[in-house]
Protein backbone atom coordinates (compact mmCIF):
# COMPACT_ATOMS: atom_id res chain seq x y z
CA UNK A 1 0.00 0.00 0.00
CA UNK A 2 1.52 3.24 -0.90
CA UNK A 3 1.82 6.04 1.83
CA UNK A 4 0.31 9.37 1.72
CA UNK A 5 2.88 11.66 1.59
CA UNK A 6 2.11 15.40 3.52
CA UNK A 7 2.45 18.02 1.06
CA UNK A 8 5.74 20.24 1.41
CA UNK A 9 3.66 23.27 2.50
CA UNK A 10 2.63 21.26 5.58
CA UNK A 11 6.11 19.97 6.96
CA UNK A 12 7.69 20.43 9.63
CA UNK A 13 6.96 22.74 12.81
CA UNK A 14 6.14 25.99 9.81
CA UNK A 15 3.71 23.55 8.54
CA UNK A 16 2.16 22.76 11.53
CA UNK A 17 2.01 26.68 12.41
CA UNK A 18 0.55 27.11 9.10
CA UNK A 19 -2.20 23.91 9.31
CA UNK A 20 -3.23 26.38 12.59
CA UNK A 21 -3.51 29.48 10.92
CA UNK A 22 -5.64 28.07 8.46
CA UNK A 23 -8.27 26.38 10.91
CA UNK A 24 -8.70 29.42 12.67
CA UNK A 25 -8.93 31.65 9.71
CA UNK A 26 -11.88 28.97 8.48
CA UNK A 27 -13.39 28.87 12.21
CA UNK A 28 -13.26 32.56 11.93
CA UNK A 29 -14.67 32.57 8.39
CA UNK A 30 -17.63 29.98 9.84
CA UNK A 31 -18.49 32.32 12.28
CA UNK A 32 -18.79 35.70 10.05
CA UNK A 33 -21.03 34.12 7.88
CA UNK A 34 -23.01 32.89 11.08
CA UNK A 35 -23.05 36.52 12.07
CA UNK A 36 -23.95 37.89 8.85
CA UNK A 37 -26.80 35.82 8.50
CA UNK A 38 -28.30 36.71 11.96
CA UNK A 39 -28.02 40.27 11.50
CA UNK A 40 -29.84 39.98 7.92
CA UNK A 41 -31.89 37.56 8.38
CA UNK A 42 -35.52 39.39 8.70
CA UNK A 43 -37.24 39.27 11.80
CA UNK A 44 -39.85 36.57 13.27
CA UNK A 45 -42.41 39.37 12.70
CA UNK A 46 -42.44 39.22 8.72
CA UNK A 47 -43.77 35.55 8.63
CA UNK A 48 -46.96 36.93 10.60
CA UNK A 49 -50.39 36.75 8.66
CA UNK A 50 -50.97 40.40 8.64
CA UNK A 51 -47.37 41.01 7.34
CA UNK A 52 -48.16 38.40 4.79
CA UNK A 53 -51.43 40.02 3.69
CA UNK A 54 -49.54 43.61 3.15
CA UNK A 55 -47.40 42.17 1.48
CA UNK A 56 -50.04 40.10 -0.90
CA UNK A 57 -51.76 43.79 -1.13
CA UNK A 58 -48.39 45.31 -2.17
CA UNK A 59 -48.99 48.43 0.01
CA UNK A 60 -49.10 49.82 3.66
CA UNK A 61 -52.27 51.69 3.89
CA UNK A 62 -51.08 54.35 6.49
CA UNK A 63 -54.10 56.97 8.66
CA UNK A 64 -52.65 60.48 8.75
CA UNK A 65 -53.49 63.69 9.73
CA UNK A 66 -53.51 66.58 7.06
CA UNK A 67 -54.38 69.63 9.69
CA UNK A 68 -51.43 69.78 12.21
CA UNK A 69 -48.30 72.42 11.29
CA UNK A 70 -44.80 70.30 12.37
CA UNK A 71 -46.59 66.77 12.29
CA UNK A 72 -48.71 66.72 9.10
CA UNK A 73 -49.69 69.31 7.41
CA UNK A 74 -50.09 69.83 3.33
CA UNK A 75 -49.09 66.14 3.04
CA UNK A 76 -45.33 67.24 4.87
CA UNK A 77 -44.09 66.39 8.63
CA UNK A 78 -43.07 64.32 11.07
CA UNK A 79 -45.69 61.79 10.87
CA UNK A 80 -45.53 61.67 6.78
CA UNK A 81 -41.63 60.89 7.29
CA UNK A 82 -42.14 58.41 10.22
CA UNK A 83 -45.12 57.11 7.93
CA UNK A 84 -42.45 56.78 5.17
CA UNK A 85 -39.88 54.92 6.91
CA UNK A 86 -42.39 52.69 8.58
CA UNK A 87 -43.93 51.39 4.90
CA UNK A 88 -39.92 51.07 3.91
CA UNK A 89 -39.20 48.55 7.28
CA UNK A 90 -42.76 46.39 6.11
CA UNK A 91 -42.04 46.42 2.43
CA UNK A 92 -38.33 46.06 2.25
CA UNK A 93 -37.82 44.92 -1.04
CA UNK A 94 -40.61 47.30 -2.37
CA UNK A 95 -39.37 50.45 -4.52
CA UNK A 96 -40.21 53.05 -1.58
CA UNK A 97 -42.87 54.99 -4.53
CA UNK A 98 -45.15 52.33 -4.54
CA UNK A 99 -44.80 51.00 -0.58
CA UNK A 100 -47.16 53.69 1.06
CA UNK A 101 -50.71 54.63 0.74
CA UNK A 102 -51.05 58.04 2.94
CA UNK A 103 -54.77 57.72 3.50
CA UNK A 104 -56.25 61.13 4.70
CA UNK A 105 -58.04 60.50 8.38
CA UNK A 106 -59.12 63.08 11.51
CA UNK A 107 -59.84 62.18 15.17
CA UNK A 108 -63.12 60.24 14.21
CA UNK A 109 -61.91 58.54 10.94
CA UNK A 110 -58.97 57.37 12.00
CA UNK A 111 -60.19 54.67 14.73
CA UNK A 112 -62.88 53.99 11.99
CA UNK A 113 -60.57 52.91 9.48
CA UNK A 114 -58.58 50.87 11.85
CA UNK A 115 -61.70 48.92 12.89
CA UNK A 116 -63.21 48.36 9.00
CA UNK A 117 -59.18 47.26 8.21
CA UNK A 118 -59.41 50.48 5.75
CA UNK A 119 -56.08 51.43 6.52
CA UNK A 120 -53.32 48.40 8.35
CA UNK A 121 -51.77 51.47 10.46
CA UNK A 122 -52.29 55.30 11.98
CA UNK A 123 -49.61 58.04 12.78
CA UNK A 124 -51.98 60.41 13.07
CA UNK A 125 -51.55 61.79 17.10
CA UNK A 126 -53.42 58.88 18.40
CA UNK A 127 -52.18 58.74 22.69
CA UNK A 128 -50.35 55.92 23.19
CA UNK A 129 -52.56 53.56 25.42
CA UNK A 130 -55.45 55.43 24.49
CA UNK A 131 -57.39 52.58 23.59
CA UNK A 132 -57.71 49.06 24.62
CA UNK A 133 -58.92 48.11 20.94
CA UNK A 134 -55.56 48.74 19.22
CA UNK A 135 -51.73 47.70 20.14
CA UNK A 136 -49.21 50.71 19.97
CA UNK A 137 -45.85 51.59 19.44
CA UNK A 138 -43.38 53.45 22.16
CA UNK A 139 -43.81 56.91 21.16
CA UNK A 140 -42.33 58.92 18.59
CA UNK A 141 -43.14 62.15 19.97
CA UNK A 142 -43.93 63.85 23.21
CA UNK A 143 -46.34 67.02 22.68
CA UNK A 144 -47.14 69.01 26.04
CA UNK A 145 -50.16 70.47 27.21
CA UNK A 146 -50.64 74.51 27.47
CA UNK A 147 -52.60 77.12 28.52
CA UNK A 148 -53.05 79.30 25.38
CA UNK A 149 -53.92 83.02 26.25
CA UNK A 150 -54.26 86.55 25.04
CA UNK A 151 -51.42 89.62 25.50
CA UNK A 152 -51.60 90.93 29.35
CA UNK A 153 -52.72 86.60 30.75
CA UNK A 154 -49.41 85.32 30.30
CA UNK A 155 -48.60 85.08 33.81
CA UNK A 156 -52.11 85.73 35.64
CA UNK A 157 -52.74 83.46 38.36
CA UNK A 158 -54.02 80.56 36.98
CA UNK A 159 -56.30 80.17 40.24
CA UNK A 160 -58.07 83.28 38.82
CA UNK A 161 -59.01 82.70 35.11
CA UNK A 162 -61.60 80.87 33.87
CA UNK A 163 -59.99 77.95 31.23
CA UNK A 164 -61.48 76.57 28.32
CA UNK A 165 -60.92 73.17 26.43
CA UNK A 166 -62.55 71.02 24.01
CA UNK A 167 -64.50 67.87 25.14
CA UNK A 168 -63.20 64.45 24.72
CA UNK A 169 -59.75 65.27 23.81
CA UNK A 170 -56.10 64.58 25.62
CA UNK A 171 -55.97 68.58 26.28
CA UNK A 172 -59.43 67.83 28.59
CA UNK A 173 -58.06 65.47 29.92
CA UNK A 174 -54.65 67.17 31.00
CA UNK A 175 -56.19 69.72 32.62
CA UNK A 176 -58.68 67.73 34.47
CA UNK A 177 -56.09 66.17 36.08
CA UNK A 178 -54.17 69.26 36.39
CA UNK A 179 -57.00 70.89 38.46
CA UNK A 180 -58.00 67.69 40.37
CA UNK A 181 -54.43 67.33 41.95
CA UNK A 182 -55.11 68.83 45.61
CA UNK A 183 -51.91 70.90 45.28
CA UNK A 184 -53.10 72.47 42.31
CA UNK A 185 -54.89 75.65 41.40
CA UNK A 186 -58.45 75.70 41.91
CA UNK A 187 -59.38 76.88 38.12
CA UNK A 188 -63.05 77.35 36.65
CA UNK A 189 -63.17 75.68 33.19
CA UNK A 190 -65.41 74.95 30.75
CA UNK A 191 -66.10 72.59 27.22
CA UNK A 192 -66.76 73.80 24.06
CA UNK A 193 -67.09 71.07 21.00
CA UNK A 194 -64.36 72.59 18.41
CA UNK A 195 -60.92 73.72 18.48
CA UNK A 196 -62.33 76.99 16.41
CA UNK A 197 -65.30 77.44 19.10
CA UNK A 198 -62.94 77.16 21.45
CA UNK A 199 -60.65 79.71 20.60
CA UNK A 200 -63.14 82.07 18.93
CA UNK A 201 -64.64 82.21 23.01
CA UNK A 202 -61.18 83.05 23.94
CA UNK A 203 -61.14 86.00 21.43
CA UNK A 204 -64.32 87.49 22.65
CA UNK A 205 -63.05 87.38 26.30
CA UNK A 206 -65.30 84.23 27.29
CA UNK A 207 -62.89 82.45 28.69
CA UNK A 208 -58.72 83.43 29.99
CA UNK A 209 -57.31 80.41 28.54
CA UNK A 210 -57.77 77.73 26.48
CA UNK A 211 -56.11 74.36 26.67
CA UNK A 212 -54.31 73.09 23.66
CA UNK A 213 -51.53 70.60 22.73
CA UNK A 214 -48.01 72.08 21.39
CA UNK A 215 -48.55 71.61 18.20
CA UNK A 216 -52.35 72.89 17.84
CA UNK A 217 -50.54 75.81 19.69
CA UNK A 218 -48.52 76.04 16.64
CA UNK A 219 -51.08 75.84 13.88
CA UNK A 220 -53.52 78.17 16.06
CA UNK A 221 -51.09 80.62 17.28
CA UNK A 222 -50.96 83.63 14.39
CA UNK A 223 -54.54 83.57 13.33
CA UNK A 224 -55.77 83.85 17.18
CA UNK A 225 -52.54 85.62 18.47
CA UNK A 226 -52.08 83.37 21.13
CA UNK A 227 -49.44 83.04 24.00
CA UNK A 228 -48.41 80.32 25.96
CA UNK A 229 -49.35 81.20 30.03
CA UNK A 230 -46.60 80.40 32.03
CA UNK A 231 -47.91 77.17 33.35
CA UNK A 232 -47.74 73.81 31.45
CA UNK A 233 -50.66 71.45 32.95
CA UNK A 234 -49.67 68.40 31.13
CA UNK A 235 -47.98 66.25 28.42
CA UNK A 236 -49.22 63.49 25.98
CA UNK A 237 -47.15 60.81 24.12
CA UNK A 238 -47.94 59.85 20.77
CA UNK A 239 -47.88 56.39 19.59
CA UNK A 240 -48.06 54.60 16.21
CA UNK A 241 -51.52 52.56 16.66
CA UNK A 242 -52.79 49.39 14.37
CA UNK A 243 -55.65 46.71 15.60
CA UNK A 244 -55.15 44.35 17.92
CA UNK A 245 -55.02 41.70 15.22
CA UNK A 246 -51.62 43.45 14.04
CA UNK A 247 -49.14 43.28 16.39
CA UNK A 248 -46.23 41.82 14.33
CA UNK A 249 -46.73 45.25 12.35
CA UNK A 250 -45.89 46.90 16.21
CA UNK A 251 -42.85 44.82 16.50
CA UNK A 252 -41.60 46.32 13.17
CA UNK A 253 -42.30 49.90 14.21
CA UNK A 254 -40.55 49.63 17.49
CA UNK A 255 -37.91 48.27 15.59
CA UNK A 256 -37.50 50.71 13.16
CA UNK A 257 -38.50 53.59 16.07
CA UNK A 258 -35.59 52.47 18.15
CA UNK A 259 -33.13 52.56 15.03
CA UNK A 260 -34.17 55.93 14.92
CA UNK A 261 -34.12 57.12 18.11
CA UNK A 262 -30.25 55.94 18.85
CA UNK A 263 -29.00 57.38 15.22
CA UNK A 264 -30.44 60.86 15.76
CA UNK A 265 -32.70 60.97 12.58
CA UNK A 266 -35.85 61.20 14.94
CA UNK A 267 -34.24 64.01 16.94
CA UNK A 268 -33.55 65.64 13.39
CA UNK A 269 -36.63 65.02 11.73
CA UNK A 270 -38.48 66.82 15.63
CA UNK A 271 -36.29 69.90 14.53
CA UNK A 272 -36.59 69.97 10.56
CA UNK A 273 -40.56 70.56 11.90
CA UNK A 274 -39.98 73.35 14.24
CA UNK A 275 -41.32 71.12 16.93
CA UNK A 276 -40.28 70.78 20.31
CA UNK A 277 -37.87 68.55 22.10
CA UNK A 278 -39.84 66.79 25.00
CA UNK A 279 -36.71 67.82 27.36
CA UNK A 280 -37.36 72.06 26.50
CA UNK A 281 -38.76 74.03 28.64
Do not use: W
Not at 129 to 142: I, L, P
Not at 155 to 183: Q, R
Request: with cysteine.
Amino acid sequence: MKRRRTPYLFRGKQGKKLIKIMICAAVGLAALIVIIALLTRKPFAYDSPEVKTVEANGVLRVGVRNDIKGLSYGMEGLEIEIAKRLAAAVLPDMPSEYALELVEVNTKTCVARLDDNSIDMAVCMMRKDGYSDYVYSSAYYTDKVYVAVKEGNRYTDINKMTVGYVNKTPGATAIKNFIGDPKAYDTAIRAYASYPELLDALTRDEIDGAVLQGTYFMTYKDKYALLKHDMTVGKIDYAIACSTDSPALIEIANRMLYDMQKSGELDALIVKFNLEKSSDG
